[in-house]
T-cell receptor, first 114, second 114 residues
Framework: DGGITQSPKYLFRKEGQNVTLSCEQN?????MYWYRQDPGQGLRLIYY???????QKGDIAEGYSVSREKKESFPLTVTSAQKNPTAFYLC?????????????FGAGTRLSVL | AQSVAQPEDQVNVAEGNPLTVKCTYS??????LFWYVQYPNRGLQFLLK??????LVKGSYGFEAEFNKSQTSFHLKKPSALVSDSALYFC????????????FGKGTRLSVIA
């Protein structure tokens, strides 16, 4: 899982609660990504950021928010507007320039609803 | 739009036999293609990538993949399967211009039986 640290490994959310998943990387990568993994659906892109203080919505951004205040950090907040948050969340990073940029992944956070 | 199809949810193979995990893609432009492997409750690990040139790409753990432009395929292969190869395999694609995130297939679960 390289130099990408996701925490916590397991997280439980109560009804109406916002929760934040942490993602930190020490690879000096410019770009960072959040994916959601559900059984049989593969990985779906939530948000990504190519540079500090800038980010773009992915395919399933509704109910989620992100920030990119530092190059090393890209936290994901699962808001109460996300009605079905139970999933495995994966953070990734890559060098941000044209070319076959390999995305490296963290170990993931499993989010469940109480 | 970019997309990846992995037509088999599950592939079963006997230990020592050759294995193939199938992937087809759709991009408007020339593709960069990737294979990743995921073990239970872990992040994705990079196996190999195709950029350009030789259609047969060799990667980690004895895996290789064959790029076929006319069939828009990028099948993962290994001459002799090991029980330890049992895992979830993802094919991914991005177009080779710009810096868009990878688009993943839904994954294929490989089971190698002793």
């Amino acid at each position: 899982d390289g130099g990408i640290t996701q925490s916590p490994k397991y997280l439980f959310r109560k009804e109406g609660q916002n929760v934040t998943l942490s993602c930190e990387q020490n690879l000096n990568h410019d770009a960072m990504y959040w994916y959601r993994q559900d059984p049989g659906q593969g990985l779906r892109l939530i948000y990504y950021s190519q540079i500090v203080n800038d980010f773009q919505k992915g395919d399933i951004a509704e109910g989620y928010s992100v920030s990119r205040e530092k190059k090393e950090s890209f936290p994901l907040t699962v808001t109460s507007a996300q009605k079905n948050p139970t999933a495995f969340y994966l953070c990734a990073s890559s060098i941000s320039r044209g070319g076959p940029n390999i995305q490296y992944f963290g170990a993931g956070t499993r989010l469940s609803v109480l | 739009a970019q997309s990846v199809a992995q037509p088999e949810d599950q592939v079963n193979v006997a230990e020592g036999n050759p294995l193939t995990v199938k992937c087809t893609y759709s991009v408007s432009g020339n593709p960069y293609l990737f294979w990743y492997v995921q073990y239970p409750n872990r992040g994705l690990q990079f196996l190999l990538k195709y950029i350009t040139g030789d259609n047969l790409v060799k990667g980690s753990y004895g895996f290789e993949a064959e790029f076929n432009k006319s069939q828009t395929s990028f099948h993962l292969k290994k001459p002799s399967a090991l029980v330890s190869d049992s895992a979830l395999y993802f094919c991914a694609v991005r177009v080779n211009s710009g810096n868009t995130p990878l688009v993943f297939g839904k994954g294929t679960r490989l089971s190698v039986i002793a």
